[in-house]
């Protein structure tokens, strides 16, 4: 749990497949940087192509897709001079990814006698 102005807060990142199932999720404290968790999530990713949100606009994590063979569809941030062409077709399909998010969260919710987030996780692979 991270601290910030409004309480304590987390951030939840996924890595999901074409159908928006999950398929690796990494918490982060919610005053944290998405990059933080960049380097987990894209070794779990697989595919031809990562889509992500502006938070994981950097030099290093594009080079880092490229050199895992997947071409990155990542929004460029407002500050980029030179803004790459963003793929607007598959940029469109990171709602897949919300949606993933939104019933990872009422799953997590409705289950609230598993304390911790790793005993969760594994107690919904399971179930799944």
């Known amino acids: 749990m991270g601290r910030s102005r409004g309480g304590f807060s987390t951030k939840l990142h996924a890595v999901v497949d074409t159908k928006g199932r999950p398929i690796h999720i990494a918490l982060t404290p919610g005053q944290r940087h998405e990059m933080m968790a960049a380097d987990e999530l894209l070794q779990h990713a697989r595919g031809k192509a990562l889509i992500g949100d502006t938070g994981y606009d950097s030099n290093r994590f594009l080079q880092a897709v490229h050199d895992k063979g997947m071409k990155p569809v990542i929004h460029p941030k407002p500050e980029r001079l030179v803004k790459p062409r963003l793929a607007r077709k598959l940029y469109r399909r990171r709602y ?5 998010q939104t019933q990872t969260v009422k ?3 409705a289950s609230r006698w598993s304390d911790e987030f790793s005993s969760w996780f594994v107690d919904r692979d399971i179930a799944a």
């Open 107 to 109: 799953s997590w919710s």
């Open 96 to 100: 897949l990814v919300e949606e993933a």
